[in-house]
């Protein structure tokens, strides 16, 4: 009888109870939407400040003061230290190695164009294909400078081409594809370097060739790194030696910036590494605003739906005070009219919050697409979780619907006097 | 006269009552029915200030992170061309440029010699303002008197690794300083020594050579200011950087669009969330509708009944909501950007319109159903 009921209900009344479903549905969907972005967000936008390039430097210990001014390289290339070009990917190695967006070294070398002439050449990897163990990955300026516009072509790796600073390039006019003397070897321009900064006054060529230029093959003078971190905290802030035991690995697996430059200290011998502050702490107030923004939104998002759904569920239970008025002038007890309604409720909620989930996580998904091009993916943990939140919504919804419908006398209620 | 007076009066006898009583009839179903209409009302003014909320943080978004973004540090440079320096009125023409939509920082550098010999780079700038400009150095003490310097951590290393006062030479002439602090921002800085402009002068004789310019605002209006500057220092070179003007705009770009998603997922949950309210206030006035019906009422009265009805509660929803709204996105703002965002009351005739249009839809919806029914069935209670 009871089920009997809840099926001719569901059946009879399509109108209203396509109502709620929809309510619970829309509802359903757009918290499971809103929760996937709002925990996902971060993530996100740490990958998108990543264009503002490198966030960590990788010295040699041993390492004399850098002498730059308005991107001209002063120091004596015989002067200071040199990293290995051998244990760069290593950096593949280390702990936190998935976090690594990318990397590039640097090899700044005077050279002289001739007419007296001083001009910087730095040495770098355009978009290096390396190995580590088993694994191939790509790295370079073109993933983690994503600003470096080039008119003209990339030089490959392996190649002896160079592109030439937008500035230097006016100043001795050449464009791409001309040829320029360096240090009496010609060079192909493969391009014009447009980055808005120092760069603009360089000669950006493949490190083989600056090493050659130099005299010391695989030598490198600073290492640029391109990390996801996790915004800075106390503990982030803390001295790994005073550190002991548990903490330590607790600060060592965290991705703090702290933590990778210790990592890559570890894999590259004789190396310093730091975290470029302009970068890296801007990064974190930025990130930890656009978290909170998402999470207040989250918060109005989840409230509106809730309120969407109790204000459909206590709507359609209060549109059948006749019903209760019938059962209870059948002699029905309170419980098992509350029963029915709750049953319908429960059905409701699990059948229009599968829906929404479902619906939810393709949104999301589409989110990701569209405004981040990549996935956002839901964790199936979410579901039970949010098919509970769904019940109780809709119960908390309906409860005082119920009760209120109950309360009325049934002589009025069957009179149709509501 | 007597003719006319008296027409007057049936005119005016014809529609007053009828006014009066319409607008009877609307009070009492509000004051009759309180319970009933306070859900209605409260659902309105919920989804009228969620609404208001987001379309105020969506507009105001944009200029709170501006406003973070301007902790990078200058988005301009201005350095003198090739073989020429920069005139010495370069920064008061770039300070009237700006106004107070930013700040300019001069830089000079020159390569001194520390007392054994070693080649450092020195730089003569306002700390004052470097201190403003460049939140992320990590300075152990600004500079406060005379003849102090702010060492980087790695030159400190070398001239003075106990913190003791040393000696620089440039081009013959020796200055004395005390290391007040050391600054960490694992770049270039770090390798450097900074003084302030004036003693910098006094002891080298160089002039700035590199203007940092912070310009605020959104991308067209920097875009404009260094327009503005090149046309003010035809001897300089402005040139906008890139790297953070890039990352900034890349960063805001995204964040708006996932705003403006969220924003309407939320607003269509709120009209929602009104028009299950609504149509169920309608709905279940049938009996009402019926007997106006009965009684002889038009489908046009009746119909204009229950529009007004929606209206009203539209546009009180709505501005009790605009109200609410502009509260809680000024909280959210204080909460989250420390900065409260300034009400936009151009948002306000946009929630007005929206709300009237979702609360007259719920009107109309039963409407056109209760409209195929005879009264009679509706007042049987079928």
Redesign the interface.
């Known amino acids: 009888m009871f089920l009997r009921l809840v099926y001719e209900s569901f059946r009879r009344q399509k109108r209203r109870k396509l109502?709620?479903g929809?309510?619970i549905t829309?509802?359903v969907g757009?918290a499971t939407?809103?929760i996937a972005?709002a925990t996902d967000?971060g993530d996100?936008?740490s990958r998108?400040?990543r264009?503002?390039?490198a966030n960590?430097?990788v010295t040699p210990q041993e390492?004399?003061?850098?002498?730059?001014?308005?991107g001209v390289d002063?120091k004596p290339p015989s002067d200071g230290a040199y990293l290995n070009e051998a244990d760069l990917p290593k950096i593949r190695g280390m702990f936190w190695h998935n976090n690594i967006v990318g990397f590039v070294p640097v090899l700044p070398v005077p050279v002289n164009l001739g007419g007296g002439k001083n001009v910087t050449l730095v040495g770098t990897y355009f978009s290096r294909q390396l190995k580590f163990g088993k694994e191939d990955f790509e790295t370079g300026v073109r993933t983690i400078?994503?600003?470096w516009k080039v008119s003209g072509t990339w030089p490959q790796d392996n190649s002896q081409d160079v592109l030439l600073g937008e500035?230097l390039a006016v100043?001795l006019g050449r464009k791409a594809k001309d040829e320029i003397e360096i240090g009496g070897q010609a060079h192909r321009v493969a391009g014009v370097l447009?980055?808005?900064?120092v760069e603009?006054d360089q000669i950006i060529a493949p490190l083989a060739v600056a090493q050659d230029i130099l005299g010391r093959p695989g030598a490198v003078r600073r290492l640029y790194v391109s990390a996801l971190t996790k915004p800075e905290d106390a503990f982030g802030r803390r001295d790994p030696k005073t550190l002991a035991g548990a903490e330590f690995d607790r600060w060592y697996c965290s991705p703090y910036v702290q933590s990778i430059a210790y990592q890559l200290q570890e894999v590259i011998p004789h190396s310093h590494a730091?975290?470029?502050?302009?970068?890296?702490?801007?990064e974190g107030?930025?990130l930890s605003?656009?978290k909170?923004?998402?999470l207040?939104?989250?918060l109005?998002?989840l409230?509106?739906?809730a309120?969407?759904v109790s204000?459909?569920m206590?709507?359609?239970i209060?549109?059948r005070r006749?019903e209760v008025g019938l059962m209870k002038a059948l002699g029905a007890s309170s419980v098992a009219v509350a029963a029915v309604f709750f049953a319908e409720a429960l059905l409701l909620a699990v059948l229009g919050g599968s829906v929404g989930f479902a619906g939810g996580a393709m949104?999301a998904r589409a989110?990701g697409r569209s405004?981040?091009d990549s996935q956002i993916t839901i964790d199936l943990v979410l579901f039970p979780i949010i098919i509970a939140i769904a019940v109780l919504v809709t119960f908390a919804g309906s409860a005082l619907a119920i009760r209120r419908a109950m309360k009325f006398d049934p002589v009025l209620a069957?009179?149709?006097e509501? | 006269m007597n003719s006319g007076a008296n027409s007057d009066l049936l005119t005016r006898r014809a529609h007053a009552p009828r006014h009066s009583m319409f607008l009877r009839m609307l009070l009492r179903a509000a004051v009759l029915r309180r319970g009933r209409a306070a859900a209605a009302l409260s659902a309105m003014v919920v989804a009228a200030a969620v609404t208001t909320a987001m379309l105020n943080l969506y507009a105001d978004v944009q200029a709170k992170l501006h406003t973070e973004f301007r902790n990078y540090g200058a988005n301009v440079v201005v350095v003198a061309k090739e073989g020429q320096s920069l005139p010495n009125d370069a920064l008061q023409k770039i300070e009237s440029v700006l106004g107070d939509r930013g700040m300019a920082v001069p830089f000079a550098y020159v390569v001194a010699r520390t007392a054994d010999g070693q080649p450092v780079v020195v730089s003569g700038t306002d700390l004052e303002r470097v201190r403003k400009l460049n939140r992320w150095w990590s300075v152990t003490a600004w500079p406060s008197g005379a003849q102090d310097a702010l060492v980087g951590a790695r030159a400190a290393a070398l001239v003075a690794p106990q913190g003791q006062a040393f000696d620089l030479s440039f081009q013959g002439r020796i200055v004395h300083l005390n290391p007040a602090g050391t600054v960490r921002t694992g770049s270039s800085e770090d390798s450097r020594i900074y003084l302030s402009l004036t003693e910098f002068e006094d002891w080298t004789g160089v002039q700035p050579s590199t203007v940092e310019v912070a310009a605020s605002g959104t991308p067209e209006e920097i875009g404009t200011t260094v327009k503005k500057l090149a046309l003010a220092l035809p001897e300089a070179d402005v040139r906008p950087v890139r790297q953070i003007m890039e990352g900034e705009a890349r960063v805001l770009g995204k964040t708006r669009a996932t705003l403006l998603v969220c924003a309407v997922l939320i607003i269509l949950t709120a009209a929602m969330c009104v028009l299950s309210t609504l149509m169920g206030w309608v709905f279940d006035r049938r009996r009402d509708f019926a007997i106006m019906k009965a009684l002889g009422a038009s489908e046009k009265l009746i119909g204009g009944f229950f529009v007004t009805e929606a209206a009203a509660l539209g546009a009180v929803g709505a501005v009790l909501g605009f109200g609410i709204g502009v509260g809680i996105a000024t909280w959210i703002g204080r909460v989250n950007f420390h900065a409260a965002v300034a009400p936009r009351f151009a948002v306000l005739p946009e929630v007005l319109v929206g709300s009237i249009a979702v609360a007259l839809l719920s009107a109309l919806l039963p409407m056109s159903l209760l409209r195929r029914v005879q009264p009679a069935t509706i007042l049987r209670g079928e």
């Not at chain 1, 447009?194 to 900064?197: M, V, Y």
């Open positions: 109502l709620a929809i309510a829309l509802g757009v939407a809103m972005v967000i996100k936008v998108e400040l264009a503002l390039g960590l430097v390492d004399t003061l850098d002498l730059q001014i308005a002063l400078y994503p600003w500035r100043s447009s980055t808005g900064g603009d730091e975290q470029i502050r302009q970068v890296a702490q801007n107030t930025v605003r656009i909170g923004l998402m207040l939104i989250t109005a998002a409230m509106a739906a309120l969407a204000a459909a206590a709507t359609a209060f549109e006749g949104l989110i405004i981040f069957l009179r149709g509501a």
